[in-house]
């Protein structure tokens, strides 16, 4: 599995954990072990035009995920994936530091579990969640606090 990220926030974050959250939800659900992923941490300027460009929103945004290639989940013995074993292009996630410290402050808790969270939240939009329709959010909702309860009880061992 093949992560890159880069850190153009100007924020201090631990991307070793960003990274290590990202690939263990990517495990857990499957994903093709030579699929590649990027993730980029940027600043409230730069989030805020992305999302007014992609999405149409006004404002910064805390994650944004742009899937690349749908080829890259491994559905379980039998079923080849459609990458053909070759390196899938899963996609981008872009997470904004600022914003996720100001959920957090909300939310009361750690800006780095909130940027957790949103890592875990880009990677099953890249697969394909949405949360668009309740039936959907929920099912995306309790995937997200499944893998990221799996991956913080792998961290405390």
């Given at each position: 599995?093949?992560?890159?990220?880069?850190?153009?926030?100007?924020?201090?974050?631990?991307?070793?954990?960003?990274?290590?959250?990202?690939?263990?939800?990517?495990?857990?659900?499957?994903?093709?072990?030579?699929?590649?992923?990027?993730?980029?941490?940027?600043?409230?300027?730069?989030?805020?035009?992305l999302?007014?460009?992609?999405?149409?929103g006004?404002?910064?945004t805390?994650?944004?995920?742009?899937?690349?290639?749908?080829?890259?989940?491994?559905?379980?013995?039998?079923?080849?994936?459609?990458?053909?074993?070759?390196p899938?292009?899963?996609?981008?996630?872009?997470?904004?530091?600022?914003?996720?410290?100001?959920?957090?402050?909300?939310a009361?808790?750690?800006?780095?579990?909130?940027?957790?969270?949103?890592?875990?939240?880009?990677?099953?939009?890249?697969?394909?969640?949405?949360?668009?329709?309740?039936?959907?959010?929920?099912?995306?909702?309790?995937?997200?606090?499944r893998?990221l309860?799996?991956?913080?009880?792998?961290?405390?061992?």
């Amino acid at each position: 599995m093949s992560i890159e990220i880069a850190n153009e926030s100007g924020a201090e974050v631990d991307t070793d954990a960003v990274l290590a959250v990202a690939r263990y939800a990517l495990d857990e659900m499957g994903v093709n072990p030579l699929a590649e992923l990027s993730v980029l941490l940027v600043d409230i300027d730069y989030m805020t035009e992305l999302n007014h460009r992609w999405m149409g929103g006004d404002g910064p945004t805390d994650v944004l995920a742009f899937p690349m290639d749908e080829g890259s989940v491994d559905h379980g013995p039998g079923e080849a994936s459609a990458s053909g074993g070759e390196p899938a292009l899963l996609g981008d996630i872009v997470l904004c530091p600022e914003v996720a410290a100001k959920q957090a402050a909300t939310a009361g808790h750690a800006a780095a579990d909130e940027l957790h969270l949103l890592t875990v939240h880009g990677v099953l939009h890249l697969l394909g969640y949405d949360h668009a329709e309740p039936e959907e959010e929920r099912e995306m909702f309790e995937l997200q606090a499944r893998l990221l309860a799996g991956w913080r009880s792998t961290r405390s061992r």
